[in-house]
């Protein structure tokens, strides 16, 4: 009899959430997988029905102790993409932190925000707030009218250059700041 416990629970979501992955081509993935991972797909291989279901009890507490450990990290697409747009406008390393084979990753080209402030740098020109916490600071003189409450559009420019427009307003150049 199967049980809905947190540990199934965990474990039917690891399972959907590598399914896009076997269909895509094997030599995109690393070549080894964390070894509490491993335990739980090699229980698949048993025949009888209480050995596998005893393996799996043992390995998927296995796994949900690495996580809450945070020894291993679960995320799906949806949570790495918001990750990514989080990242946006800071130069980072190419790791394949995120999934997807080198070069193959999705690329995030522009974001839609709000602006939760605003405020003259010491150069006058305006520093922005995201509703997200980001900050950009605007390194053109073009006007932008900027005010808590109006939309943003952040996209990339040539040369790893950003562009913003804030309330469908004109392109000014801006920069990502560190937080």
């Not at 992955?21 to 690393?30: F, G, I, M, Q, V």
């Not at 003259?120 to 509703?131: E, K, M, Q, R, Y």
């Not at 409450?149 to 920069?175: Q, T």
Request: with cysteine; glycine share 8%; hydrophobic share 45%.
């Amino acid at each position: 009899m199967l049980r809905s416990t947190p540990g199934c629970i965990a474990l039917a979501a690891l399972a959907i959430a590598a399914a896009p992955l076997a269909a895509r081509d094997k030599s995109a993935l690393p070549k080894e997988l964390p070894p509490v991972f491993e335990a739980v797909v090699n229980c698949r291989a048993l025949t009888s029905d209480s050995e596998r279901l005893a393996c799996y009890d043992r390995s998927v507490a296995a796994l949900a102790a690495a996580r809450d450990k945070e020894d291993i990290v679960v995320a799906d697409r949806t949570t790495i993409r918001e990750t990514k747009k989080g990242l946006f406008g800071f130069t980072l390393p190419k790791l394949r932190l995120f999934g997807g084979a080198e070069g193959k990753e999705e690329e995030i080209k522009e974001i839609e925000s709000t602006i939760s402030a605003v405020r003259d740098s010491a150069d006058g020109l305006a520093v922005f707030t995201l509703a997200d916490g980001a900050r950009w600071k605007q390194t053109d003189g073009g006007a932008t009218f900027a005010r808590p409450g109006l939309s943003i559009h952040i996209k990339r420019g040539a040369l790893g250059s950003y562009l913003a427009s804030v309330d469908k307003g004109a392109f000014v150049r801006v920069v990502r700041l560190s937080q």
